[in-house]
């Protein structure tokens, strides 16, 4: 079974200021692996993903993430917080299943924004 | 173009009632997924369709949840009896993908349903 952990249900960080949000995952084989971003009331927008090749992942607005096989990891990284980056983010895997790619999510962490 | 729409966005129901949920994919996508996403969690996986055929259906809590998607396009999710422990926001997905490929989950926005 797969699982994803996400250490810290709330993040904050002031503008500007560099945005690390955790993410381990369990797979007992390689996994796939996702960040979502949530707006209120909104559904989940892709930021990037992971597959295979590049460890270094880069997605939309500036968040990047690192697979690493050995810790087991995937966190998600911006240099500088915007204001427009306050959302609820969960990191997901999945596994190649012909088609069915079912999405395991984490519980997700609210990053908050100071100005 | 249009990305994935559901209706109705909000939907309040007696305990006890039926409800219907409808998901309108983008077009062409034939993986079809529908997830159940509590207050403070994530979503999880309730079930997945390929075209028409409903090919995992592990993730539905009990035999009052059924979905179909009858013509491999528009999906229904169908709750009967509902109870309280129903409420939550059901999010429907659709991808491209056909093969184990990592294909892009497309979201909408989401039903929010409240069960008084």
């Known amino acids: 079974a797969q699982s994803v952990t996400q250490l810290g249900s709330h993040v904050s960080v002031s503008e500007g200021a560099l945005v690390l949000l955790r993410c381990n995952y369990s797979?007992?084989?390689?996994?796939?692996l996702f960040w979502y971003v949530q707006y209120p009331n909104q559904g989940l927008q892709l930021l990037l993903k992971?597959?295979?090749?590049?460890?270094l992942v880069k997605g939309i607005n500036g968040f990047e993430a690192e697979f690493k096989k050995s810790e087991t990891s995937f966190h998600l990284t911006k240099p500088s917080a915007h204001m427009s980056d306050a959302a609820e983010y969960f990191c997901?895997?999945?596994?190649?299943?012909?088609?069915?790619?079912?999405?395991?999510f984490g519980t997700g962490t609210r990053l908050t924004i100071i100005p | 173009g249009a990305g994935v729409s559901q209706s109705p966005r909000y939907k309040v129901a007696k305990r006890g009632q039926d409800v219907a949920l409808r998901c309108d994919p983008i077009?062409?996508?034939?993986?079809l997924f529908w997830y159940q996403q509590a207050l403070g969690q994530g979503p999880e996986f309730l079930t997945y369709?390929?075209?028409?055929?409903?090919?995992?259906k592990s993730g539905l809590p009990s035999d009052r949840f059924f979905a179909e998607r009858p013509e491999g396009s528009v999906s229904t999710l169908k709750i009967q009896r509902t109870q309280q422990e129903d409420s939550a926001v059901y999010l429907c997905?659709?991808?491209?993908?056909?093969?184990?490929?990592?294909?892009?989950?497309?979201f909408g926005p989401g039903t929010r349903l409240l069960v008084l």
């Open positions: 997905a659709s991808s491209l993908a056909t093969s184990g490929g990592a294909g892009t989950q497309y």
């Open positions: 369709f390929q075209n028409e055929a409903q090919l995992d």
């Open positions: 077009s062409g996508h034939v993986s």
């Open positions: 992971y597959t295979t090749g590049a460890t």
């Open positions: 997901a895997v999945s596994k190649a299943n012909f088609g069915n790619e079912k999405l395991t």
């Open positions: 797979s007992s084989v390689p996994p796939y």
